[in-house]
Antibody, heavy 119, light 109 residues
Framework: EVQLVESGGGLVQPGGSLRLSCAAYGFTFSTHSMNWVRQAPGKGLEWVSYITGGSSTVYYADSVKGRFTISRDNAKNSLYLHMNSLRAEDTAVYYC????????????WGQGTLVTVSS | EIVLTQSPGTLSLSPGERATLSCRASQSVSSSFLAWYQQKPGQAPRLLIFGASRRATGIPDRFSGSGSGTDFTLTISRLEPEDFAVYYCQQYGSSPRYTFGQGTKLEIK
């Protein structure tokens, strides 16, 4: 069974840093591009970042470019999001999502981890 | 950047009725790159449709997708109680990689 499990969320002060992790189970992680998608409280979905299976290509939303870094460790079946210079508007549930079986779509999602940026 | 606009914002229907949700793109989108998701409160989104009309694994056949160019539609032929949720359309591009519509809330009338 495919499973994605996020961790690392919490309360952080503005300007602070946080690292999110996503552990993958039940599929060949190294062959799937992975993404982070966030959802602010009561709001819609916002794509954050993308990384190919071999880490050769990464993309970021303009709202996080220069502050967030996506990475992965295929040996550990894990995806990461390093978040620096956090702002109140980064407060959201962060989901990791895979792109594999369904072309150009996110076929599996984790349960999400909440990041709250507040003093 | 392509903007996706979903309508209506809220749709009030009864179980057994037919639901038609719209997604309009600000410029032409390849049908191969248009998907739909369902999200229930407190849950992660679930992929329903990809490639504009292809059902994802395990999705009931009462869900169907159609459209091309700038106009796409998600249809639920006969609403079941578990179908009341928020629905998002999504397009896949280069930068940003994914863009979502603002969502349509399907509520029980």
């Amino acid at each position: 069974e495919v499973q994605l499990v996020e961790s690392g969320g919490g309360l952080v002060q503005p300007g602070g840093s946080l690292r999110l992790s996503c552990a993958a189970y039940g599929f060949t992680f190294s062959t799937h591009s992975m993404n982070w998608v966030r959802q602010a409280p009561g709001k819609g979905l916002e794509w954050v970042s993308y990384i190919t299976g071999g880490s050769s290509t990464v993309y970021y939303a303009d709202s996080v470019k220069g502050r967030f870094t996506i990475s992965r460790d295929n040996a550990k079946n894990s995806l990461y999001l390093h978040m620096n210079s956090l702002r109140a508007e980064d407060t959201a549930v962060y989901y990791c999502a895979s792109q594999g079986g369904a072309p150009a779509a996110l076929d599996y999602w984790g349960q999400g981890t909440l990041v709250t940026v507040s003093s | 950047e392509i903007v996706l606009t979903q309508s209506p914002g809220t749709l009030s229907l009864s179980p057994g009725e037919r639901a038609t949700l719209s997604c309009r793109a600000s410029q032409s989108v390849s049908s191969s790159f248009l998907a739909w998701y369902q999200q229930k409160p407190g849950q992660a989104p679930r992929l329903l449709i990809f490639g504009a009309s292809r059902r994802a694994t395990g999705i009931p056949d009462r869900f169907s997708g159609s459209g091309s160019g700038t106009d796409f539609t998600l249809t639920i032929s006969r609403l079941e109680p578990e179908d009341f949720a928020v629905y998002y359309c999504q397009q896949y591009g280069s930068s940003p990689r994914y863009t979502f519509g603002q969502g349509t809330k399907l509520e029980i009338k």
